[in-house]
């Protein structure tokens, strides 16, 4: 009768360490969770109360002058949605195809497995190695000079990581018996893939366009020596341009005015919050099924 009363006391003492120790573990995780929230508000918070109150009708209407330190940002933003748009336009058929391809077709041989490394590789290659090798190629090799295409082009190669792994997950989610179905009615694989696969998950193809956009609209290295700078509204696709990060990034390194790389910063975060935000609802209404 002792012996079962020790046992059951030392059992019982260690649930209660095990007990304890989960309550500090899941506290230190609060407490790491509290710190980053607050850095990230504080930063926010910061940047939107200094930027949003200059944001006007005249700096969004008007086009930058004397350097942009008056003026507006017209023509950086239309410089901003030339090449972002660009480069999701480019991206999204590659992307969606080789998500295709890499699920539904491939036999995931040695060759596949290759391809999916470099893959993973190339989505974790800082940005400036892309704006190096956008330089290189784009603008001297292949004569592009700085303008939106080279800029896209790089782009293009940031965000199509994102874009393939999203989509190749989304596809995943479909169940087999779908494909089944379809095939064994007589349909051929590429009319189920196309009329039976692929509008099921559109909802998660969509949030990789999505998120690879906010990717490319926030991006300032990749651009910084491939579109040039010109803060002149591009009239085609070899024009010189500015993108909004990379306004910023001019504004703040030569100091040109507090109140208008404020401005930017602001409106900057505002648009990728938005497009985060668009992203996470539709991966959400997908998973939902709503």
């Keep these: 009768m002792e012996l079962e009363t020790q046992k059951f006391g030392t059992k019982r003492s260690e649930s209660i360490r095990k007990q304890t120790k989960s309550k500090a573990f899941f506290g230190m995780i609060w407490v790491v969770a509290g710190i980053t929230l ?5 930063i926010l918070g ?8 200059h944001i006007t009708w005249t700096f969004l209407s008007q086009e930058p002058e004397m350097l942009g330190a008056e003026g507006g940002i017209f023509s950086v933003i239309v410089g901003t949605v030339a090449v972002t748009a660009m480069a999701v336009v480019i991206a999204t058929p590659i992307g969606v195809a080789g998500a295709v391809y890499f699920n539904e077709y491939s036999k995931g041989g040695r060759v596949i497995k290759v391809i999916r490394f470099f893959t993973e590789v190339l989505a974790g290659i800082p940005s400036i190695i892309f704006g190096l090798f956008g330089f290189a190629f784009f603008v001297v090799y292949m004569n592009m000079g700085w303008s939106v295409l080279a800029g896209a082009l790089t782009l293009t190669l940031m965000i199509l990581p994102t874009i393939i792994r999203t989509t190749e997950e ?7 018996s779908y494909r089944e179905g379809s095939l064994s009615l007589g349909a051929t694989k590429w009319y189920t893939i196309k009329k039976v696969v692929l509008p099921c998950c559109w909802g998660g193809i969509l949030t990789g366009v999505i998120l690879g956009l906010g990717r490319a609209i926030g991006e300032t290295a990749a651009l910084m020596f ?5 803060l002149n509204i591009p009239t085609s696709v070899f024009s010189s341009t500015r993108t909004m990060a990379l306004h910023l990034y001019m504004l703040a390194s030569e100091g040109i005015s507090d109140e208008k790389t404020y ?4 409106l ?3 648009i990728v919050l938005l497009i985060n935000t668009s992203a996470t609802r539709i991966g959400r209404k997908m998973t939902n099924g709503k």
């Design 38 to 42: 607050a850095v990230l508000f504080l």
């Design 46 to 53: 910061f940047v939107l109360v200094k930027g949003v109150p």
């Design 170 to 176: 989304s596809l995943k989610t479909v169940p087999m």
């Design 226 to 230: 491939t579109i040039g700078g010109s």
């Design 263 to 266: 401005a930017t910063a602001a």
């Design 268 to 270: 900057l975060i505002i």
